[in-house]
Structures are given as C-alpha cells and as structure tokens.
Nanobody, 122 residues
Framework: VQLVESGGGLVQAGGSLRLSCAAS????????MGWFRQAPGKEREFVAA????????LTGDSVKGRFTISKDNRKNTVYLQMNSLKSEDTAVYSC????????????????WGQGTQVTVSS
C-alpha cells in the first residue's frame, strides 16, 4: 500500500485547509485509515480515523468540532477537512492505513505516507 498526502501549506489562524491522502495498491474498502500529526519536539498525535466501511469515525479531542475525516472510495482517497485552524495545529500531517484495526494508536497502523506540512500563522 502506498499513501501520498497533499494539500498542506501556510494558512492564517481561523482559516481552513483540506488534506488529501491518495492510496494505491489496495482499495479503501479494505483499509481503516487514520490521520496523525507531529509538531517539532512533540510526540505524534492522533487526529482522526475512519473505518473501511465508513461507518465508524474517531476524532481526537484537540480537533473535535473543527476537523472532519471523510473518504471517496471511487477516488481511493481520504480527506481531512480542517476548519478554524489555530497556531497549535502547526505540524506535519501523515495518513496511515491498516486492514485489521481502527485505532487511535500509531503503532497499530502498518502503512504510512510521507507527510505534508501544515503551518498556521497567528
């Protein structure tokens, strides 16, 4: 499974961005997908996850009400819509995939993208 993120960039506080994660090598119907982020000097943090069926969604406490995960099986792509961005959202955002579990723990995911930088200016 290969994962490629896109959509990162520089945005002002209060603004929005939509990240994309394109998967290849396996269909999203077989994969649970997650978004994680890591800021400099900090541990990797869970952001959101969506089950292979789309029927279950998990969202991290720090982004609830602001970030939304979704997917388009036809495009084999997962999205992270980020609204009301704050300076503390600045991080490298990575998507991850696993065929077995839907989890908030990074070590449960077998496949990872290279990450995309999101910088929020205050």
């Amino acid at each position: 499974v290969q994962l490629v993120e896109s959509g990162g960039g520089l945005v002002q506080a209060g603004g929005s961005l939509r990240l994309s994660c394109a998967a290849s090598g396996r269909t999203l119907n077989d994969l649970n997908m997650g978004w994680f982020r890591q800021a400099p000097g900090k541990e990797r943090e869970f952001v959101a996850a969506i089950s292979w069926s789309g029927g279950r969604i998990l969202t991290g406490d720090s982004v609830k009400g602001r970030f939304t995960i979704s997917k388009d099986n036809r495009k084999n792509t997962v999205y992270l819509q980020m609204n009301s961005l704050k300076s503390e959202d600045t991080a490298v955002y990575s998507c991850a995939a696993d065929p077995r579990v839907l989890s908030t723990k990074s070590y449960d995911y077998d496949y990872w993208g290279q990450g995309t930088q999101v910088t929020v200016s205050s």
